[in-house]
């Protein structure tokens, strides 16, 4: 089994790192209220999605 001969510097280490980012979700808005919303979601204020309610709420 091999054995690393040296520790691994914090520099290497992080360099190593730097792709394993994780990525903000895309937001849009929804048309109908202007409330944030994931794309290809219902809305969850309102619970339109394609110009029709499919999630009823209470407002």
Do not use: F, Q, W
Not at 8 to 29: E, G, I, L
């Amino acid at each position: 089994m091999a054995v690393p001969k040296r520790k691994t510097s914090k520099s290497k280490r992080d360099m190593r790192r730097t792709h394993k980012k994780t990525a903000a979700p895309n937001v849009t808005t929804c048309p109908e209220c202007g409330e944030a919303k994931l794309p290809h979601h219902a809305c969850p204020s309102c619970g339109m999605y394609k110009g029709r309610t499919v999630i009823e709420s209470e407002e």
